[in-house]
């Protein structure tokens, strides 16, 4: 293993000394940093969720990086999330803690996502509940199947290249498209191939 490098981040040499609390506390500070500041307070505002697969994924690949500089493990880090991470090609799920299943993970919550400055509200898309109906039960209803072959057929619209794009409400959110989706994979950054699924 090689010796590890004390190489920090633009943010840990912030924290270290202590700008970054300054920046974020004040009310200074709060005024500069509008959006940074919404964006935690929602953040913190939620409780906090692990996804046990990406840690394994992050822990791997921080593994075979120790030499490198902080920032250069992250990006190879979330990378191997990335590459490795399974989505509805590879006949992959997702389950949340309360038993809820998903097609992905995009799907397993509710968030918001910036696209060109734009935003857009993303809701989930449980397809049943492990606690009233079998996995395999869940699986084989029409709906997921309908589904599955929508998104391995990519058979959504392409919004983001769209004249009717600024005056069409359907991109404020997930809920559908106009070629009739619901919910609409036309703007996930898998869908714009930023990363791939399927
Ligand atoms: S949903 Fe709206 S923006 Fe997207 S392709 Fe259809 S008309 Fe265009
Ligand atoms: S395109 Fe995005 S939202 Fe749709 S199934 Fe794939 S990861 Fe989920």
Redesign the pocket.
């Known amino acids: 293993m090689q010796a590890a490098v004390k190489v920090l981040t633009p943010q840990e040499e912030r924290i270290i000394k202590g700008q970054l609390t300054e920046e974020l506390t004040t009310e200074e500070g709060r005024n500069q940093r509008k959006r940074v500041n919404k964006l935690l307070a929602n953040f913190r505002s939620r409780p906090p969720r692990v996804n046990i697969e990406r840690a394994l994924l992050f822990t791997e690949s921080f593994k075979e990086t120790e030499s490198m500089p902080m920032v250069l493990r992250w990006a190879k880090a979330m990378e191997n999330i990335l590459n490795k991470i399974k ?2 090609e590879d006949k992959a799920m997702v389950v949340n803690h309360m038993g809820f299943v ?6 397993m919550h509710s968030y918001n996502c910036y696209i060109y400055g734009r935003i857009k509200e ?1 809701y989930p ?1 449980y397809l049943g509940n492990v606690t009233e109906k079998k996995l395999d039960q869940i699986w084989t209803e029409p709906i997921y199947i309908n ?1 599955r072959l929508a ?1 391995n057929n ?1 058979h ?1 619209p392409s919004c983001t290249d769209c004249k009717f794009l600024d005056g069409c409400s359907y991109v404020d959110n ?1 809920d559908g498209d106009c070629w009739g989706n619901s ?1 609409s ?1 036309a703007e ?4 714009r191939q930023l ?1 791939l ?2």
């Open positions: 989505f509805v998903s097609p992905c993970y995009a799907l993303m898309f589904f998104v990519f959504f997930n919910p994979c996930c950054l898998w869908s990363v699924c399927p």
